[in-house]
């Protein structure tokens, strides 16, 4: 009788270095990698009917991705009557990091 099992490896990524954007003047980071179920979450809660569950579900993903201090900040501008983050700039930063974060070049699992 065969054992049926594989190793999925450690999960670890292959880079380390934040990830960055520019906003109004301001440089914010974010962590290397986010857990893929961050990301599953993000797309089954991206639901263009229900507009309320969306923008909690990305409120919620730059909390996630952003690291404590640059959230902070970024909280800070994306309220900021006399500094306009708009709807539509929040969607490409979050389109921006799902793509980075989901092409990045990742170890793959090791074989067993």
Known sequence: ???RFKDFGSGNT?????LTFALHGEQF???PAVP??????LVANTNEDDGAAMAKTIDSFFGIVLLPESYERFDKLAQDPKRIVT????GEIVAWLV???SGRPQSGPEDS
């Open 14 to 18: 292959a880079n380390e270095e934040p």
């Open 1 to 3: 009788m065969t054992n």
């Open 29 to 31: 980071e974010c962590y």
């Open 99 to 101: 793509e980075e974060y």
């Open 36 to 41: 893929g179920k961050v990301l599953l979450s």
């Open 87 to 90: 709807v539509e700039t929040l």
